[in-house]
């Protein structure tokens, strides 16, 4: 089995390949155009010039052969609908897999966010999932400010010390939703966290692979 990760930042592609370690003889192909974060980041919103380079890559991806694709950048997550027109593939948005999940199996979570430009697409992704998954799904989302910069500076122990000390801050949840990719560095420090916590590549992962072979 083949699969396409479309990157938007380099901080989503190690999370991906431990998550891919699960599943010997996966072989997972990245493309990667952090244009598309910066362009999202600079205008505030994903933009037609934005969606259009995502659909370039979707076509890449159809080139390779692969059996299915993941979209590891959060803030396309609103447009899953028309992108999903554009191919007949398989193609997950890791966010949305993963909130789906959480969404099935608790009713109060929090969730972190890392990436400023994505605060709008979680807020997006918790509404779908009341209104297809569990109506009265509650999700209080906070901003881990500076994490992200931490990470792409390579500064993790930093990075994992901030995310722990957002998720510190809820109440009486019953999950953490680790939204972004680049925050499952921090899992280490959640071992004996008293309430499950959630990350996107191992359950997106899983929800492609099983859309791959409910179609072969």
Known sequence: MKIAVINATKVSIDPVDQAAEAYPGLEIFHLMDEGMSWLGKKEGRISGKNLARMISLIHSAEELGVDGILLSCTIFSPFIDQLRMCTDLP????????FEKAAQLYQKIGTIVSFAPTLESVAWVVDRCKKYVKKDFDAEIRYAE???????????????RIIYRTAAQFKEKEAIVL??????RALPLFKDYPIPVLSSPSVSLELLIEKIRKEK
């Open 91 to 98: 193609l997950v948005a890791a966010d949305i897999g993963v």
């Open 146 to 160: 500076g994490a992200f910069e931490a990470a792409a500076a390579g500064k993790d122990d930093e990075h994992n």
């Open 179 to 184: 939204s972004q990719m680049s925050q499952v």
